[in-house]
């Protein structure tokens, strides 16, 4: 088994279907929808992405989010762009303004670069949403559905340790598959998968050096409305 066929490990008939393409000599894996450009952003454009984003983080520090039940998250969040989406006892939404008051950031130029070339040449997104990943931090499966408008993908970049992305369909509870995303992958959440259930089990902690403080960051782009 080659390195990219390793970190395929869906059940059932996906494992059937031939996954793997490839887009502009790049390998691209596609499962349930979700289309995985292994090794999209190689080593110099993550720790320039990861620089960007320290500025990201300046502006708009990362917080300690909860849910609308009053959940702790266990990721920490922060956004750039026109909007950020935001959580706490208030419910799931999105906001012009950090909780502390100041606007977003602007998103990073390389996030929008990528944005258009995988996602959409003339219709910028509205949110990059910034998740931190520290020492057994997860994401349940969740669909991302505050936005007004389908019909643009979701772009998710990883950066950091290795983590299991857990993918399902549009009803919970269905068949899921995973894939090992590692630094650099980006996924392009479009079409059928738009609107399926994923989530995050969980990180490698420590299995990537981009990040010296250890951990992952993802980012997603939306467009709002
Ligand atoms: C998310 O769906 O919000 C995060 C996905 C990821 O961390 O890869
Ligand atoms: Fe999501």
Known sequence: ?????????????????????????????????????????????????????????????????????????????????????????????YEPRHPSGAPWPPIPAAVLALWRELCAPDRAPDCCLVNYYGKGARMGLHRDADEGDFAWPVLSVSLGDP????????????????????????????????????GIDGIRFGGSSLLPQGGRINLTCRVVA
């Open 1 to 93: 088994m080659d390195r990219l066929t390793k970190v395929f490990h869906a059940p059932g008939p996906v494992r059937a279907s031939r996954p793997w393409g490839e887009q502009q000599g790049r390998p691209v894996l596609t499962v349930k929808g979700f289309e995985i450009h292994k090794g999209r952003l190689d080593p110099a454009a993550q720790a320039a992405l990861v620089e960007e984003l320290r500025a990201v983080a300046v502006a708009a520090p990362f917080v300690a989010p909860v849910t609308p039940s009053g959940k702790a998250m266990s990721v920490r969040m922060t956004a750039a762009g026109r909007l950020g989406w935001v959580t706490d006892r208030k419910g799931y939404r």
């Open 163 to 198: 983590a299991r992305f857990r993918m399902g369909g549009t009803e919970r509870g269905g068949p899921t598959a995973s894939v090992l995303l590692e630094s650099g992958d980006v996924v392009v959440m479009g079409g059928p998968a738009r609107l399926a259930y994923h």
